[in-house]
């Protein structure tokens, strides 16, 4: 695509090709949730937030977090990325997990600090997709930590991590290149072992990445302004093997974590309870990817999660503002806004 080629040139020459990714990608998952996945129970589940957009020193806490108050010398860093330290304890057992990285090194590597988390009690890492927002910080990370780091710890995603990806600029035609992720980086560290997947996958006991998301709703698009690069075509991207989290909370219900629901936030819930079995939800938290949507659209997706009702919801990342509020406006008790450095603790 020529830098001055309108965006409606664009949507015109990549719609029948992105129709045929999304038709194959709908199917692909369709099988993926067609039979069940029994969950492990947890125990406990503890999911700090290492760093996301925003952070609030004075916000109260809710009865399952604990949040991170600044102090001399300790603060907490915020940008526009995201990334989780996992630990789920099961039969008294716990298991660590770390999930996307953010984008700034340092500032990750501060908040670990500051909060207190050991990557080496990484039992396996996860991606969630190729955007540099989750995968930014992910080599250095590895590359300074190679002495607390098992050689061939897991290291799992799903397809497409490893794409070259683009967006255009809000409001222009202007494509900016987004980056791209490199495999070959990754295996020259000679660290982790790269397991790619496309089904419902038990990543530590009792924490799972979903498999490739099926898509149901009619109203949960991608944004044509999210681009790829397939081969030599730069098309919309579909986002067929993003990954979001799931577990099974004892006596509570199922927890969905998301990264940035590329496949819509409702589509992962409903997903994870077709692929579990398992209709109660307990918590819905992360990126819901509603920022800039159409004000219809963020109406259906609230109206859809109060039908599910979970216990708590935790917008975060690229939800948008406009989006949270409606979250808080509608959900009041179920609601909580997330900060940088949040603990949240589910237990049974």
């Known amino acids: 695509m020529n830098d001055e080629m309108s965006r409606r040139e664009f949507l015109k020459t990549t719609v029948g090709a992105g129709a045929v990714l999304v038709a194959g990608s709908i199917l692909s998952e369709t099988r993926t949730a067609s039979s ?137 035609n202007d494509r900016l290149d987004i980056g791209q992720l490199s495999k070959t980086d990754i295996e020259a560290l000679d660290l982790v072992r790269v397991i790619e997947i496309k089904n419902p ?24 302004s999210l681009l790829v690069k397939r081969g030599d075509a730069i098309v919309v991207d579909s986002f067929p093997g993003e990954q979001a989290m799931a577990f099974n909370v004892k006596g509570k219900g199922l927890v969905v974590l998301s990264s940035c629901a590329h496949a819509g936030i409702i589509n992962t819930v409903k997903h994870v309870q077709k692929m579990t079995g398992v209709d109660k939800v307990y918590a819905v938290m992360g990126g819901f990817h509603l920022v800039n949507a159409p004000q219809q659209v963020i109406e259906s997706t609230v109206a859809d999660m109060k039908a599910i009702n979970p216990d708590w919801i935790v917008p975060a990342h690229c939800t948008g503002f406009e989006a949270t509020i409606t979250f808080a406006k509608e959900m009041p008790t179920k609601f909580i806004l997330n900060t940088a450095g949040t603990k949240y603790t589910f237990a049974a």
């Open 201 to 224: 996958t038990e990543v530590i006991p009792g924490a799972y990445f979903t498999g490739n998301i099926e898509r149901v709703t009619t109203y949960e698009k991608v944004p044509p």
């Open 36 to 172: 069940a996945v029994k969950l492990n129970e947890l125990d406990k589940l503890v999911i700090t937030i290492i760093t996301d957009n925003y952070y609030d020193a004075l916000r109260p806490d809710a009865p399952v977090t604990r949040r991170f108050r600044t102090a001399p010398g300790q603060w907490m860093h915020a940008e526009h990325g995201l990334s989780y330290f996992i630990e789920a304890a099961s039969n008294g057992q716990t298991s660590g997990f770390m999930f996307d990285y953010g984008l700034d090194a340092p500032g990750v590597k501060r908040n670990m600090d500051v909060l207190g988390l050991d990557v080496g009690k990484a039992n396996a890492f996860g991606l969630s997709h190729g955007h540099f927002d989750h995968w930014g910080a992910m080599i250095t990370m590895l590359s300074t930590n190679k002495d607390k780091i098992k050689k061939g710890t897991p290291l799992y995603l799903g397809e497409e991590a490893f794409l070259n990806r683009y967006s255009l600029v809000p409001g222009t």
